[in-house]
């Protein structure tokens, strides 16, 4: 959709809280979901640093930069990335944000139309997904669920009269589905005066209110008696703007249901936070210092004369990074052959990496062609967004059909893709060509390269060694992107460098290569291997590696390069400096807003990007430019500051070419510099829309209609849906599109039985003319999930206590004796005490012991001592599907000694947190104390 940057802005400017995004002054969906991510965050990482003895110093300005540094316990002068961080809390919001969008009019996702309890079972269903999700491993799944849960669970503050009856506090029965939600009101019930007014003082009926009823309004059409949802031009019950109707004591109703939603969202964190564990929390939520490494290996026969110079370059890497900043958070790696892929191993091990790497065998029964394109579809699925895949390979690809699906996988997940390739031809048998490579087979490799802004590479046994230490280039979650081009005739290129880069490196691919190489001051160097006044060069196969030498690297750079065939080349360093970005799009409906575009974006018409810069307050002079793959600026664009180092760039009429986004500005002290996005995008006549999400169980199916759109394109469409899972039933195989440009579509999709709960899929649906090949893709996430799952979480009682303790703490303690019990549910995990205790005079001791309860279950029965000085304990139940019962209590002093004890939030008290999780640590409870 076509709009001006005026209309764009003046959007923005009237957006307001509990509303999607982007807004400029009140809180929305987003500054709820974030400022409660990032603080439950904090508690995990103040947690994980004093269960290691170190001192956690929680940043002054809360925000994904400061919150990074802190957790991995880096200064802020520090070089490091928060891209990966900001990225997958953005997928978190994303999802959340579309709620307003995919589920505009549904009463059960908003808290409308008294649909009080159907909206509890949302969150019941969503919190069940987020938990099945992270017991499989799926992260990204898990985070898609729980950004839709967190919607519906804001909207019941805004959307309810829970305010108007003297609650400032969560509902904690929306989270406690074995809890009634009590004195609802149900259709018949007036519940509101009707008021046709902008402003709707005293607009619930005082019966309501006296009797502590609960109810929500009408957003369509509202009954005779019953409260409207409110808008813009009439009042009603919702609190969605900033300022409409204070209270006499000048509360505003808007930010105190917004402050109420952040400590839900809050809550329903911390459940997930303790269910799991901080470091699987975290690594849900990418606070890493490092990426994921992700390896993709041929087993065919053709591979087995450099199998084992592979086998041992993946264990010198992982060597080579263990216990360096650089090490990876997660290692996975993919087999394929011609008839299988997989199996997928994923593990935080370098060990257990090494074992499975070691014990890899060809099998020389398999022969080429492979399933290349399957391997890497399963490889951009599993691994997590923006990774590095690293793929090694001689022989030619079987199934070329799922090459568009791959590209748009590529696409979306912006993963970055490096082919080593030995499978090259002899250079004195090769014939010349335009070609950055000496097989020809070897171009639909390259072409999955560029797209990435990876490589592919022709190695040989004597040029492996050489191959690490690229590889090893890119493993750093630092790595940006100064200049990236294609050509087929020589030229000359430039690059600016700043002063925040370090490990300034070019990559040159190709044949018959020559380049002289020139620095600010002038001085030249050329191709020539080895050392020199400005680099190191480096010859892999048909790559060039060129390392610039320390030192005065900042200024304008140039490299010409002569070559008589293609090339590439990429220019890369570290730096902590970056962008992310993202094409948005308006929704209209009750709650309008701006979403993300997770397909191409529309060729041919105004687009709008959000660009989102890390690792700087503040920059001046931004210029975003759309070039093309051989460096030509096709677009100039219009940039508008927005806040939180984040902007918006309208781009006038896209082009229908490939094209990558050069950003370029200057820092606080005039400094100029430069970054460059590395996966080119491609723009279409064509979109395809679908919902992003569905649930089901094993045994059901569902028929999910998709749209598909053209401009100027009329005729044929040629539609295709695959999966991993196999999920997919039918699907039409063409559409026609007539002048009116649009047409609808269904994909059906089964869930066998016996489907596991936590099992997800992603459906690629690709569109294409028949006439002009114009394509376009829509994914739809398949998340799986038990029809009964057990939702009803261990309950905790006090069984006995001595909890009075003197006024002078430290030589008497406390005593506490706990029941834990799961009733007849999926039964308690194995008991593991996890005790974090600062400053703590000497170690708590705790007696774990099985029983029985009154009811004949198998329960846990917790003896717990501390020091008095320890004044605020948490203690928490967790059973097999991840519910949490928590048992709260706090020591008692002499009442006429100093101001009474009082509960402070999780993230100010001190605490201890009980999680019952492993028999195997019973023995060695004393061990874990320390």
């Not at 335009?434 to 590479?457: D, F, M, V």
């Not at 010409?560 to 094409?583: D, H, K």
């Not at 096709?634 to 986004?661: K, M, Q």
């Amino acid at each position: 959709m076509a709009y001006s940057l005026l209309f764009l802005c003046a959007l923005i400017g009237w957006s307001q809280a509990f509303l999607p995004s982007l807004d400029i002054e009140s809180l929305t969906h987003e500054d709820i979901t974030k400022q409660a991510l990032l603080e439950v965050a904090m508690d995990a990482c103040r947690e994980e640093a004093q269960k290691d003895g170190q001192t956690f110093n929680p940043p002054a300005l809360l925000n994904p930069d400061s919150l990074l540094h802190a957790c991995l316990g880096v200064s802020e002068d520090a070089d490091l990335s928060s891209s990966k961080f900001q990225e997958l809390l953005n997928e978190i919001i994303t999802e959340n944000i579309l709620i307003d969008r995919d589920q505009a009019f549904s009463s059960v996702h908003h808290f409308n139309d008294e649909a009080i309890e159907k909206g509890r079972d949302i969150i019941t269903q969503g919190v069940s997904v987020v938990k099945a999700n992270l017991q499989q491993g799926n992260l990204e799944a898990a985070r898609r669920a729980l950004g839709a849960v967190t919607h519906t669970l804001q909207d019941f503050y805004s959307h309810s009269n829970w305010f108007e009856l003297g609650n400032l506090d969560p509902y904690p029965n929306l989270l406690r589905p074995d809890l009634p939600l009590q004195n609802l009101a149900d259709a018949n019930t007036p519940t509101c005066n009707d008021c046709q007014e902008r402003v709707c003082p005293n607009v619930i009926l005082p019966e309501i209110l006296s009797k502590n009823t609960l109810t929500s309004g009408y957003l369509i059409s509202t009954p005779q008696g019953k409260c409207n949802h409110g808008d813009r031009t009439r009042g009603g019950i919702s609190k969605d703007f900033f300022g409409d109707d204070l209270t006499p004591d000048g509360t505003d109703p808007h930010l105190a249901a917004s402050s109420t939603a952040i400590q839900a969202t809050t809550d329903i964190l911390q459940d997930i936070r303790i269910a799991f564990g901080n470091i699987v929390f975290l690594r849900m939520l990418g606070i890493t210092r490092s990426k994921a490494l992700c390896f993709v290996i041929d087993t065919t026969s053709s591979s087995s004369d450099d199998f084992a110079e592979v086998q041992r370059l993946i264990v010198k890497i992982i060597d080579d990074t263990r216990g360096t900043p650089n090490e990876p958070f997660l290692y996975i790696l993919i087999e394929f052959n011609d008839l299988e892929v997989g199996p997928v191993t994923g593990t935080k091990d370098p060990e257990e990496m090494k074992r499975t790497v070691n014990i890899l065998t060809v099998d020389r029964s398999r022969n080429i062609p492979t399933l290349f394109f399957s391997a890497m579809r399963l490889a951009l699925i599993t691994a997590p967004p923006s990774s590095d895949i690293f793929v090694f390979t001689s022989a030619f690809p079987k199934d070329t059909e799922l090459q568009d699906t791959l590209i748009s996988l590529i696409e979306s997940t912006r993963s970055t893709v490096m082919l080593l390739l030995t499978n090259g031809l002899s250079r004195r048998r090769m014939r010349r060509r335009r070609s950055a490579l000496t097989n020809p087979t070897n171009s639909i490799y390259q072409q999955l390269a560029q797209l990435s802004g990876g490589q592919a590479i022709e190695v040989t046994k004597d040029t492996f060694p050489l191959a690490t230490t690229v590889i090893e280039d890119s493993i750093t979650s630092l790595m940006v992107t100064l200049l990236q081009v294609e050509s087929t005739q020589p030229d000359t290129f430039i690059f600016l460098m700043d002063r925040r880069l370090q490990n300034v490196t070019l990559y040159i691919t190709g044949l018959s290569t020559n380049f002289t190489l020139q620095n600010p001051a002038g001085v030249s160097q050329d191709n020539t291997a080895g050392s020199g006044p400005l680099a190191s060069v480096s010859l892999v196969g048909n790559l060039y590696r060129v390392s610039l030498n320390e030192g005065n690297l900042t200024g304008r750079w140039q490299i010409t390069i002569r070559s008589p065939q293609a090339y590439s080349l990429r220019v890369t360093g570290r730096s902590a400096l970056n962008f992310m970005s993202q094409f948005i799009e308006e929704f209209g409906g009750p709650h309008p807003g701006f979403a993300p575009i997770s397909t191409r974006p529309p060729a041919g018409q105004n687009a709008t990007l959000l660009i989102t810069v890390s690792g700087v307050d503040m920059l001046f002079g931004l210029e975003v430019g759309l070039v093309s793959a051989d460096g030509e600026l096709l677009r100039n664009t219009g940039v508008t500051r927005l806040r939180d180092g984040r902007y918006l760039v309208r781009a006038p009429h896209l082009p229908d070419v490939p094209f990558t986004l050069v950003l370029m500005g200057q820092e606080a002290d005039g400094r100029r510099f430069q970054r460059q996005s590395s996966t080119q995008i491609q723009a279409s006549q064509i979109t395809v829309q679908i919902q992003r999400m569905v649930i089901l169980a094993p045994g059901e199916s569902i028929s999910v209609p998709f749209t598909v759109e053209t401009r100027e394109i009329e005729g044929i469409i040629a539609i295709s849906a695959r999966d991993d899972q196999r999920f997919v039933a039918t699907v039409n195989n063409s559409l026609n599109v007539s002048a009116a440009g649009n047409t609808t579509g269904v994909v059906s999709l089964f869930i066998p039985t016996g489907t596991l709960s936590g099992i997800t899929s992603v459906v690629t649906i690709e569109a294409e003319s028949t006439a002009t090949r114009q394509s376009n893709f829509a994914l739809l996430r398949v998340l799986v999930t038990q029809k009964d799952m057990d939702v009803t979480p261990p309950v905790c009682r006090v069984v006995n206590e001595s909890l009075d303790c003197p006024v002078l703490c430290g030589n008497a303690t406390w005593e506490v004796t706990l029941l834990m019990t799961d009733g007849n549910g999926t039964g308690l995990r194995y008991p593991h005490i996890s005790i974090i205790i600062p400053d703590s005079p000497g170690p708590p001791t705790a007696i774990i012991d099985q029983v029985k309860d009154e009811n004949g279950y198998n329960a846990t029965l917790l003896t717990y001592r501390a020091s008095c000085c320890v004044t605020k304990v948490e203690i928490s139940a967790v059973d097999d599907k991840g519910n949490v019962g928590r048992c709260d209590f706090s020591i008692r002093r002499p009442s006429t000694t100093g101001p009474p004890q009082t509960t402070s939030s999780p993230s100010s008290s001190l605490k201890i947190t009980v999680s019952l999780w492993t028999m195997l640590l019973l023995l060695g409870l004393t061990s874990l104390m320390h």
